[in-house]
């Protein structure tokens, strides 16, 4: 069971980290930064 966890996270970390190059090369840095808190703030939950 904790193994799966470890893969969610995982997961999500990698997503966020693509979503934000793609905003960052984009021009929209604030959306980027929103985008990694609320990654984090999914993690954590």
């Known amino acids: ?3 799966n966890v470890v893969f969610q996270i995982a ?3 990698i997503l ?3 979503l934000n190059q793609v905003l960052i090369r984009a021009g929209r840095e604030e ?3 929103m985008t990694t808190l609320a990654g984090l ?3 954590l939950f």
Do not use: C, L, R, Y
């Open 1 to 3: 069971m904790e193994i």
């Open 11 to 13: 997961a999500v970390g």
């Open 16 to 18: 966020v980290a693509v």
């Open 31 to 33: 959306q980027a930064m």
């Open 41 to 43: 703030v999914v993690v």
